[in-house]
């Protein structure tokens, strides 16, 4: 079977408003020449699994906290309620990627798997050889291509079999090679990467750089100091733009009013929302949503 060709194409700063969440979704992510940051850079709590490969270049991602160098041909897995944040990419950077939802996962009876499944969470990182890269793309390819038919009688029970298959193709890849260990990264680095961690948890907790301080067990004045330096973005820029981002997300889905979505961020009242959404976006949250 050919790979490729169903599979999306899409620049990374097209990511969040192209691709559609089926059960299962197939896509190839480059490196685009704009906007790229609110697409890749805000740490995000996946609610669904996803299966990345690097086919081209190289970068840093991280998974849980810990930061991992990815290059081609290397595989990671991320589990529902990962937090995943891309951190640096080269310009030639390709992914293939399986998106798989939460609703998938809700029913899905992984049994046996479940000591590798423990295992490869904690250890997320995989290099392929060239066939095991084959094998998984067309297994997942073919999921996709099964769960997509129209009119057919058991494509739910036919997607599980063949997810389970892959499931089985990546743990034998696991049981007779080692996985890719975390970066280790200098002080600054890790102060960095642990902030971000921090961030995807608590903005909605607070918006004050002291709070994610106190958790780091720094001052301010340091973690301001060390974030400006390792990003360029100082920690109140990148808890607004985290705050912003998910803000946007939830109005898009206009089953949640403008006071909803502002309890559910944490602000005192809507009021404090609107000033707070239209100082960094030059838009108040309702003309955001009617733009979009």
Known sequence: MGIGGNIELFGMDEIKEHIVLDLFSLFIIEKGCCNILESIVSPRRLTGGAIGICLKGSGEVMIDSKIYQVNERDMFV??????????????????????????????????????????????????LAETDVTNIMELCELVHQKSTRTGKSFMREIAEKLILALCYEICAI???????????????????????????????????????????????????????????????????????????????????????????????????FTQYFKKHTGLTPGMFRNQN
Request: aromatic share 16%; with cysteine.
């Open 78 to 127: 991320i589990f529902p309620q990962t937090i995943f944040q891309p951190i640096s990419f080269s310009d030639d950077i390709k992914f293939f990627v399986f998106g798989i939802s939460p609703d998938f996962f809700a029913t899905f009876e992984i049994g046996s798997l479940i000591s590798y499944f423990v295992y490869i969470k904690e250890h997320p990182c995989m290099a």
């Open 174 to 272: 696991y049981s007779h090679k080692k996985p890719i260990e975390q970066s280790t990264g200098k002080r600054k680095d890790v102060l960095l990467a642990d902030f971000l961690y921090l961030l995807a948890i608590h903005y909605k907790d607070s918006r004050e750089p002291e709070f994610y301080a106190s958790r780091l067990f720094v001052t301010p004045k340091y973690l301001y100091q060390v974030v400006k330096e390792k990003s360029g973005q100082t920690p109140s820029a990148w808890i607004a733009f985290t705050v912003i981002v998910n803000a946007k997300g939830l109005l898009k889905n206009n089953t949640m009013s403008i006071a909803q979505i502002s309890d559910q961020l944490n602000f005192p009242n809507p009021s404090f």
